[in-house]
């Protein structure tokens, strides 16, 4: 990775998270005394029903605090909403950047703006008819909701990496004639957008033209089944806010895209199509902040070769980057989800040996010191004369 891609740790008695010009996410540790007062239970209280936080003016979404509050500790979650509302913000806070508040407001005023004047060249799309969207394998697999029925549709061609058939080629080209709507009243209105991040010049955010609900919908009732199966390691059991949006890569569009990692917990990417060649998916391993620029192994080395309507699922951060698009126009939906739990647990490890290529080897290497050590003294022991 490039200098500007890396990330650090430095030491800070606040937690924040930042998102680097790769789109990958810095999270700085905080210190174990000054937060100790304001931690989330690490099991879930799954006996308690959340409540609604719909009615009310939040800082984020109504379904983050919904989806917090089973980690509350006992003597808040006994407290009342409001007391609630305030504990699970101030920690949400603490993931924000300075000034990220404002930013936040600025990009709601943003946003209305946009949807109280773009009109929708096809409607059907904003609310996610699962069957005017997704092939019907992957809607019996959802149906049964089982490891099983997700096995039957799904490769792992390389570990952490699955893929499987998810949008009809009706469904892709409408959201490419939605877009290409969307872009074409940008040109005409001179109103200019935010990209979907700083390395795509091209693209636009969905949930800034109001798929927003649609998104959420296909979250969390048709990506959150399958990440709860394979990656509960990196709270996909409790995905709770996304960031969608769609690339385009070809002449006059990107050409490739650097070594990065995202900034979510699982990433959806799902080719709509179009006719090219090039813009293979380059993977090369799973890596926390501490290890994000450490060596490849060769079992971490995976291509994919982008098919039309069919999905990609990995962590964000598995590491990876886009190949050149040769010839042709190459345009991805990818859907960013989050687990706001998991943001908050995780800032109190200090490593991840369960997701993390290099933490796993350095705890392997850790538990093989110890038992030579061990095996020495047994030696050294038996071989000892007698008293």
């Known amino acids: 990775m490039s200098t500007d891609q890396r990330e650090a740790q430095p030491e800070t008695t606040t937690t924040t998270t930042t998102v680097d010009g790769s789109g990958a996410t810095t999270m700085r540790a905080a210190t174990a005394t000054t937060f100790s007062s304001q ?32 980690y509350l500790p006992q003597h808040i979650l006994v407290s009342n909403r409001d007391e609630k509302v305030k504990f699970m913000t101030d920690i949400m806070l603490r993931h924000l950047p300075h000034g990220e508040r404002s930013r936040a407001h600025r990009h709601s005023v943003y946003r209305q703006k946009i949807i109280s004047n773009y009109q929708p060249l096809h409607k059907e799309l904003y609310t996610l008819a699962p069957a005017d969207c997704f092939v019907p394998s992957f809607i019996k697999a959802i149906n049964e909701s089982s490891e099983k029925s997700f096995r039957s549709i799904i490769s792992e061609p390389s ?12 469904f892709c080209e409408m959201m490419l004639a939605e877009v290409e709507n969307f872009e074409k009243w940008v040109g005409e209105t001179k109103f200019r957008i935010m990209r979907p991040n700083t390395m795509n010049k091209y693209g636009a955010v969905l949930d800034d033209f109001g798929l927003d609900s649609m998104l959420d919908k296909l979250m969390e009732s048709f990506i959150r089944p399958i990440t709860k199966v394979f990656f509960s390691d990196v709270g996909g059991a409790t995905l709770d806010s996304h960031h969608g949006f769609v690339v385009e890569y070809g002449k006059d569009r990107d050409l490739d895209l650097g070594f990065h990692v995202d900034d979510s917990e699982v990433t959806l990417n799902v080719c709509l199509g179009n006719q090219f060649v090039g813009g293979e998916l380059f993977f090369r391993g799973t890596r926390c902040e501490k290890h994000v620029n450490t060596t490849t192994k060769p079992d971490e080395i995976y291509d994919y070769s982008h098919v039309p309507g069919q999905a990609v699922l990995h962590r964000g951060r598995h590491r990876h980057g886009a190949r050149a698009t040769t010839s042709g126009h190459r345009v991805n939906m990818l859907l960013w989800c989050r687990s706001s739990v998991f943001r908050e647990l995780k800032s109190h490890q200090k490593e991840f040996s369960s997701w993390c290529g290099e933490c796993f080897c350095e705890k392997k290497e850790e538990k093989g010191r110890a038992l030579d050590a061990l095996r020495k003294k047994l030696v050294k022991a038996v071989r000892a004369p007698q008293a």
Request: glycine share 2%; aromatic share 12%.
């Open 39 to 70: 931690r989330l239970r690490i099991n879930p209280n799954n006996e308690h029903r959340p409540e609604s936080y719909e009615d009310l003016k939040l800082d984020f979404p109504s379904a983050v605090y919904s989806s917090l509050e089973k």
């Open 159 to 170: 570990p952490g990496v699955f893929v499987f058939d998810m949008l009809l080629p009706s």
